[in-house]
C-alpha cells in the first residue's frame, strides 16, 4: 500500500531515504497484521508468550532497564521564542534540534523494517478527531498502537481526503540514555523521539501527539487537550453525569475511571469513556463536550487487584501486552499487589529476589483494547462526545488537601487547577515521592507556555455562562503512621456523589478560605470503617498550612513574570487575603 497524498509519500521517502530502512511497511490495521507482528516478536524473543490458559493471547515484553518510564529532561518543545515554550518546558531552537536529532536519525534503520502508521485520534467519524502518521521501526509500537488508538486504512483514508496530519518519526535507535531525545515541533505538527521504546516516549499519538502538539492546536483552534478521564456515573434513577478528572500520571485515573460501585452504594453504575487523556470543546449551547482520543489503556500494572480494581484486573486477563512485569512458575504475569500466585522471575527476566527488586518494575504497564474494558461506555464512540458536568483536579498529598472542595466559579478553578501539586511517581525517570507543581496534572505535556495556557484556560468563562464546576480531590492524604485516611478506589464514588450533588444544587456547602467543603453529613460514610473523626480530617483546611502554599504556589507563578494573566493574578490576591 502507497498513498495518494503526495505531501505524505514524499515526506516517507525522504525519511527512507535519510533512515535506510531494509523494507517499509504499511500498517492496514487489520487483526492478520497483528498477529502476524506478534508472532514474528515471539519468535525474535521482543515477546514472549504467556500461560495461554488462564492470559490467552497475552504477551510479555521486557523493555531495556534503561528505559522504563518517560523522560522529562530529555523531551522538548522547539519553538521559534523560547517563550512560548515556557519555563514549564525544556526548549530548543528548532534548526538547533534538527540538527541535533537528525543526526542520530542518519542509517538509524539500516537492518530493520520502517513500519508506516496511520492513526486517528478520536472516532474516526468525530470533527473533533485528529489524525497522525507515525513512522517507526519498532514493531511493539505497532503492536500497542493498534491496540491504543483507530489505526490503519480507515485513517489513512481520512488522512487522505483532509490532507493534513502529524508527523510522528520514531526509532529505538540504540537505546542509549546519551542518545535520547523527544522532540516537539508544534509549528510544524511535528515530532521526532529516538533512542527509548517506551510507551509515553514512543507510541507518539499519545502524550506526544494528543497532549502536547494538542495542547498546541487546541489553544489555537479554541478548545482544550487534557491529561484527564472521562467517567459516566449513572445513578439508580437512571440519569447519567460525565465527568472530566485531571491528576498526575500515576496517580488514580485509571482506577476512576473504572472504578466499581461498591455494595453499599446499590444501583450506581460506573461507565467508562477514557482513562488518561480528554479532548474538551464548547458545542453550539456552550456546554463543554469531551471525546477521548484514545481507543485503548496503557495503564500501571502494580497495585491491580480484585479488590482494588476487578473491572482492570479481569481486562488484562486476555490480549494484553504487559511491558516490564515479573513472572509465576507457571508463566502467568506477577506484580506487587496482584494477590495470587508468586513471583519466580523478576522484570528483568532475572530470579526473583526480594531483598534485590520488585518483581514488576513500579511502572511496569498493561496495554489492551478499550472493547475489553466491560464498563467502556457506548459512548466513547459517538462522535460529539459526551456532556461533562464537573471538571475535577487532583494530586496526592500526604498532607494538606482536603478530601475534596469546590472552587467558588470557573476563575477560582483556574487557579485551583494552576496550583495543583503532587507527589513524583514512578511514570517518569527521577526522584519518587518529591511534592513538585503539576498544574492540570499538565506540568510534563503542555506544549507551551503554561502562563498562555491558563489564559486560554480563563477564556473560556466568556464564551460559556454554563461551564462545568470545578473540584480539587485528594484520595491519598495519610495519618502520622503513613497508613492512607480514605478508603480510596470504589469507596472514591461516594466523594462523586457529592459532587453530582453540588452539579445538581442538591447540598449546601460550608465556605472556606479555599473553596466549598462539604459538611461531613453529605458524605455517605455508610458501611465504612472510618471514624467521624478522620472524616473531620479530611474535610478539615487549616489556613496556617494553606498560607504557606499559597506562598509556594506565588513564587512559582513568580517564574512566568508578566505573562502571567492578571486575573489569574487576581484570584491569587484574593485568595491569599482570605487566608490572612
Ligand atoms: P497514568 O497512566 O500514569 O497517567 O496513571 P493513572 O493516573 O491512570 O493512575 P492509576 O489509576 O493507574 O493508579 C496509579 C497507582 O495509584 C496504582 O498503584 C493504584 O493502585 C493507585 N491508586 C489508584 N487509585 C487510588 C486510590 O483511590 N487510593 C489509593 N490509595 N491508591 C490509588
Ligand atoms: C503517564 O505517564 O501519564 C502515562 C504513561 O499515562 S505514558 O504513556 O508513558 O505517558
Ligand atoms: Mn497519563
Redesign the pocket.
Known amino acids: 500500500m502507497t498513498t495518494s497524498l503526495s505531501s505524505l509519500q514524499s515526506w516517507i521517502d525522504t525519511i527512507a531515504a535519510q533512515t535506510l530502512p531494509d523494507n517499509i511497511h504499511w500498517c492496514n490495521g487489520s487483526e492478520e497484521e497483528y498477529n502476524l507482528l506478534i508472532e514474528k516478536m515471539n519468535n525474535s524473543g521482543d515477546l514472549q508468550e504467556l500461560n495461554k490458559e488462564n492470559y490467552p493471547d497475552c504477551y510479555l515484553h521486557r523493555s531495556d532497564p534503561s528505559d522504563v518510564a518517560r523522560v522529562e529532561h530529555l523531551t522538548f518543545i522547539c519553538t521559534k521564542n523560547k517563550d512560548d515554550a515556557g519555563p514549564n518546558n525544556n526548549w530548543m531552537a528548532p534548526t538547533e534540534a534538527h540538527q541535533k536529532i537528525d543526526r542520530l536519525f542518519d542509517g538509524a534503520m539500516k537492518g530493520r523494517t520502517m513500519y508506516v502508521i496511520p492513526y486517528c485520534m478520536g472516532p474516526i467519524d468525530s470533527p473533533y478527531a485528529r489524525c497522525g502518521i507515525e513512522i517507526t521501526d519498532s514493531a511493539y509500537v505497532v503492536v500497542n498502537m493498534k491496540l491504543m488508538t483507530r489505526m490503519g486504512s480507515l485513517a489513512l483514508q481520512r488522512i487522505e481526503s483532509e490532507g493534513n496530519f502529524v508527523k510522528g518519526l520514531h526509532s529505538t535507535g540504540e537505546l542509549d540514555p546519551e542518545k535520547r531525545f523527544i522532540m516537539h515541533f508544534p509549528d510544524e505538527l511535528t515530532i521526532k523521539s529516538i533512542g527509548s521504546g517506551y510507551g509515553g516516549n514512543a507510541l507518539l499519538g499519545k502524550k506526544c501527539h494528543a497532549l502536547r502538539i494538542a495542547s498546541w492546536q487546541a489553544r489555537k483552534e479554541g478548545w482544550l487537550a487534557e491529561h484527564m478521564l472521562i467517567v459516566g456515573v449513572e445513578s439508580p434513577q437512571g440519569d447519567t453525569h460525565y465527568i472530566a478528572c485531571a ?1 498526575p ?8 475511571a473504572m472504578l466499581i460501585p461498591p455494595n453499599s452504594q446499590p444501583g450506581w453504575k460506573i461507565w467508562t469513556l477514557g ?2 487523556i480528554a479532548w474538551l470543546h464548547l458545542d453550539e449551547h456552550g456546554q463543554m463536550c469531551a471525546i477521548n482520543p484514545e481507543a485503548g489503556y ?3 500494572v ?3 487487584n480484585a479488590k ?1 480494581n476487578k473491572n482492570a484486573f479481569d481486562m488484562i486477563k486476555n490480549k494484553t501486552i504487559f511491558t516490564n512485569v515479573g513472572l509465576t512458575e507457571n508463566n502467568e504475569p506477577w506484580w506487587e499487589d496482584k494477590d495470587i500466585g508468586k513471583p519466580t522471575i523478576d522484570w528483568k527476566g532475572k530470579p526473583f529476589d526480594a531483598a534485590n527488586s520488585p518483581a514488576a518494575h513500579p511502572n511496569s504497564r498493561f496495554t489492551v483494547s478499550a472493547s475489553n474494558n466491560p464498563a467502556y461506555s457506548k459512548l466513547a464512540e459517538a462522535p460529539e462526545g459526551v456532556p461533562i458536568s464537573a471538571i475535577v483536579f487532583g494530586g496526592r498529598r500526604k498532607t494538606l488537601a482536603p478530601l475534596v472542595y469546590e472552587a467558588k466559579n470557573w476563575e477560582h478553578g483556574v487557579l485551583v487547577g494552576a496550583g495543583v501539586a503532587s507527589e513524583t511517581t514512578a ?1 517518569a525517570t527521577g526522584e519518587v515521592g518529591v511534592v513538585r507543581r503539576d498544574p492540570m496534572a499538565m506540568k510534563p505535556f503542555c506544549g507551551y507556555n503554561f502562563a498562555d495556557y491558563w489564559d486560554h484556560w480563563l477564556s473560556f468563562s466568556k464564551r460559556s455562562s454554563n461551564l462545568p464546576k470545578i473540584f480539587h480531590v485528594n ?2 492524604r495519610q495519618n502520622e503512621a503513613g497508613k ?1 485516611l480514605w478508603p ?2 470504589g469507596e ?1 464514588l461516594r466523594v462523586l456523589r457529592w459532587i453530582i450533588d453540588r452539579c445538581e444544587n442538591r447540598v449546601p456547602a460550608y465556605t472556606t478560605a479555599i473553596g466549598n467543603l462539604p459538611n461531613a453529613k453529605d458524605i455517605d460514610i455508610s458501611d465504612l470503617d472510618i471514624s467521624s473523626e478522620v472524616l473531620e480530617e479530611l474535610l478539615s483546611v487549616k489556613n496556617n498550612e494553606w498560607l504557606d502554599e499559597i506562598n509556594s504556589i506565588g513564587e512559582y507563578f513568580k517564574s512566568y513574570g508578566d505573562r502571567l494573566p492578571d486575573a489569574l493574578n487576581q484570584e491569587f490576591i484574593k485568595l491569599k487575603a482570605g487566608l490572612t
Open positions: 491528576f500520571s500515576a496517580c488514580g485515573k485509571t482506577n476512576l482513562d488518561d496503557f495503564g500501571v502494580p497495585g491491580t482494588t511514570a484520595w491519598f492512607f480510596g478506589f472514591n
